[in-house]
């Protein structure tokens, strides 16, 4: 999958004023489901250094770009934040940060990337189900508002839907549609991954379809609210001690050699 990914990012990457921890792809090209025309979203950490975090004058916490970029096959949505912020989004019930940090599509990745990645396990809790119960809420309410309904909010709400269940069932983070799909068969999702494939983000359901995969949405929903419910995930994150001690290391000594996968 990583060989899939425009170059041209590695470079964008590069172009940031402080070393970056990490860069993955995520958004439709991490969800399985991109078109011709998705864009890149590129997320990201980078590490301040000490001098930017002790004085009066903070380096900034959040960064990013989005639209055009010369060399691009197609537009970008780039954000990156420092790792003290990410980190403490780390420990909220945020499963965005921790599908950002395990994306396969890497675009840069450092020893601290790696410490990362072990600690993301003891981040996460049962309560995490209500990110992707609000995420799936967003999307069922952007989806009915529009005229003709389109593809894209459709399957966005059962990824959330079938991540947020196997995140309550295993423990494990998986963002990709079709291979949610291999542990959870949904009638009429695949038909409507190779739909947003040839029509683009602007795919359109045609009439009648929608009321016919709303029974599947509620079947999913029922599936993830009772896997919710029984789940055996802890009830707060252990992880803090060792991103502290992290973050520390990042300040003192930065995240690493980069490389590209």
């Known amino acids: 999958m990583a060989s899939d990914i425009d170059p041209v990012l590695r470079e964008i990457v590069d172009m940031g004023p402080y070393p970056m921890v990490f860069a993955t792809v995520s958004g439709a090209h991490l969800y399985g489901f991109p078109s011709r025309d998705s864009d890149w979203d590129l997320r990201g950490v980078y590490a301040l250094p000490a001098e930017k975090v002790v004085g009066l004058e903070r380096g900034p916490a959040t960064m990013g770009t989005s639209g055009g970029v010369p060399g691009l096959d197609r537009e970008l949505d780039y954000v990156t934040h420092d790792a003290e912020k990410f980190f403490e989004l780390m420990l909220r019930r945020n499963g965005y940060v921790l599908e950002q940090i395990l994306s396969p599509l890497v675009v840069l990745t450092t020893p601290a990337h790696g410490k990362l990645k072990a600690l993301a396990p003891a981040c996460i809790t049962r309560h995490h189900a209500h990110h992707y119960r609000g995420f799936f809420g967003t999307e069922w309410k952007l989806l009915h508002k529009q005229e003709p309904p389109r593809v894209k909010p459709l399957l966005y709400c059962f990824r959330v839907l079938l991540t947020g269940r196997h995140l ?88 690493g050699p980069a490389v590209t996968p």
């Open 168 to 255: 309550m069932e295993t423990g494990e983070v998986e963002a990709s549609l079709p291979r949610l799909l291999e542990r959870y068969p949904t009638p009429g999702v695949p038909d409507l991954v190779a739909l947003k494939a040839e029509g683009g983000e602007k795919a359109a359901l045609a009439p009648g379809d929608l009321a016919r995969h709303e029974a599947e949405v509620e079947r999913a929903r029922l599936a993830f609210e009772e896997a919710a419910a029984g789940s055996t995930l802890p009830e707060q994150p252990t992880a803090r001690p060792a991103l502290h001690d992290l973050l520390v290391r990042l300040r003192l000594d930065g995240p």
